[in-house]
């Protein structure tokens, strides 16, 4: 049984489908008036964050106090980290005070793996955002929409219909075509969802300018493309996943990865243009923050094919089922 | 044939070295007597010379010339919680080492003849290793001015090797006329060969492994591209340059042109890159964090291969100790650097000796004479015959051994090599004809050539 979700890979096809089964049967569970389940009363969530992310850490908040867990959180601004704690003095903190579950977001890529790996904690670590490496529940919770949209019975590209009405229970992403778009290079969004896409037989395109693709991407389960208006109009996705830009990289001294944001918005924004290339049933997604006017026009990130707030209410359910699975239950996969 | 003329500091008791393969070919004894060695030959144990020496049975052993390392950090002074002259050095005669060249970034960095004497005299006082200070090509490794070059090499420390080294002179002026300026007293500028600008914050090499990981590459370019530059300014300048810690393909490809046509250049590669790769780094472990980093099986086959035609002619540690609290930590968090003196032979034995690459007469070239000659060092690096210095050490190849970085007498407790199991043990050291190592367990310094 596998302790820590450190990455997307940890994840085997049939670890995948039952995460995303287990956060359907969440997210039945929070359209009752009483949202609260019992399920993991007694044991404690820490969410650990050394970088600011209000969205994903309320997120955790909500899916571990839904189960009935307690719930510390301790944010590195204004804590003793920014005075030099070392991540390995506060992990033993943390242990001490007997966290059954650390939920850890870190500006350097695999700093989840050193707590998992390096025998600080007995608890079991959720990768929520580590450096420019992964972020596995943004990807869980963005193939569950994709699931949600167009694998549940009567959706336009699904198929079959053996599960009750709208659901679409079991099923995986097998032939869809997901276009994810923008700053691959400093992306842990792009690199959870490359490999969870491809173990749910999603086929994958990433689109960007070769300066913010890394080098060494040919060994990604996936495509790559420089031409936006090619992968949209030949490609048709049935998924669009625009991912954010930092207006910081386009300087000398942010790395000189792009010209200018017009420049960047012109070739690789998702206009009003190219949202009509796109097929009718095709969503637009965003992980968020959005930039507005940069990567997405207002035209995209508001339409009716948009899910960006619908997928910021699935990744309370996702987290929920990751924790339950975690703590009380079996995630299974290869980790 | 024997001598009667003690080598410089060479005292103590005559020693008889029985039955050992010299350079790892016939058994012969070695008689040392007086820091020399006085005598080789088939059985001296009937020689009046080797009446009441000591014994020392080596059957089955190789002997090398003392093992000389051009590229050490022994963090002292400044960083004493790292590693001291004296704990370094016992890692270094424990390792076969009989010579090192200690690093120059240290704190205060060695820019200047009072911190090179200071080192100078750490190594004395400590005796288990001649300690040669590398002094700063720039002050305070800024890479903006040179450093008083002349009046290193005219200190007591007679300064050859001018390193920069963790810091690259990346500045093409000043890297020219650093090269000219030593040739004044035949000193050496061993470049670290290191683009800065292409490797900011840069944390692993950069290619599949780095992709996946999302930790910034450090591109081979980089490396490539000043070692380009460098063998042409050496060219042109005509002053020898000797690159640091070779770690790419492409830098031995560019090593063999610039040697194929002559030019006066010198490099080393470290046993880390002979045999690690970057695959190592994806569970994120900081103890395989390392500058320049691990990389590929390809540039590893290409390391081996120009070590073994003679393209890059020395195998240096870069011996980097470092505290537990900088390696236990988070990886972009983390030091650069491994230890390496008290593994090197072995690592050296497992990727050359038994891949049939090298044998032991090249070994000896590689770990001893060459980097002696690149040195200055006029007492070290010399052939096992009689009338030369007696370094040398002992060592057994049919030993097998798994590494503990708790039970080696360096400070630093990062080996990457933790928990392998490597082949060859250094049974015994001897410094002017003491024996610093004997049974694998340092005895006591030789104390110095004065």
Known sequence: MSRHLLSAADLD??????????AEEMAATQRREIKKLPTLRGRTVVNLFFEDSTRTRTSFEAAAKRLSADVINFSAKGSSVSKGESLKDTALTLQAMGADAVVIRHPASGAPHRLARAGWTRGSVVNAGDGTHEHPTQALLDAFTIRRHLRADGAPTGSGTAAGPGSATGRDLDGLRVTIVGDVLHSRVARSNVLLLHTLGAHVTLVAPPTLLPVGIGGWPCEVS???????????????????????????????FFPSAREYSRRYGLSAARLRLLPEHTIVMHPGPMNRGLEISADAADSPRSTIVEQVGNGVAVRMAVLYLLLAGDLGGRA | MSTTTPAPGGTGPAVLVRGARILGGEAA?????????ADVGPDLSGAPAARGAEVVDATGLVALPGLVDLHTHLREPGREDAETVESGTRAAARGGFTAVHAMANTDPVADTAGVVEQVRRLGEEAGWVDVHPVGAVTVGLAGQQLAELGAMADSAARVRVFSDDGKCVWDAVLMRRALEYVRAFDGVIAQHAQEPRLTEDAQMNEGEVSALLGLRGWPSVAEEAIIARDVLLASHVGSRLHVCHVSTKGSVEIIRWAKERGFPVTAEVTPHHLLLTDEL???????????????????????????????????????????????????????????????????????????????????????STAPARIGRLEAQGRPLAAGEPANLVLLDPAARWTVDPAAMATAGRNSPFRGRELPGAVVATFLRGRATVRDGALVEPAGTAR
């Open chain 1, 13 to 22: 096809h049939a670890a995948a489908v039952h995460v995303l089964d287990v």
């Open chain 1, 226 to 256: 420089h031409d936006l208006d090619g992968a949209l109009r030949d490609g048709a996705p049935d998924a669009v996943m625009m991912l954010r830009v930092q207006r910081e990289r386009m300087s000398t001294a942010g790395g000189g």
């Open chain 2, 29 to 37: 004894d070695l008689l040392l007597s007086g820091g020399r060695i």
């Open chain 2, 281 to 367: 780094v994806r569970d994120y472990d900081p103890v395989f964090k390392v500058n320049p980093p691990l990389r590929t099986q390809a540039d590893v086959e290409a390391l081996r291969e120009g070590l073994a035609d003679g393209t890059i002619d020395v195998v240096a540690t870069d011996h980097a100790p470092h505290p537990a609290e900088d390696k236990d930590c988070e990886w972009a968090a983390a030091a650069m650097g491994m230890t390496g003196l008290e593994t090197a032979l072995s690592v050296v034995q497992h990727t050359m000796v038994e891949t049939g690459l090298l044998d032991w007469a090249g070994v000896a070239q590689r770990m």
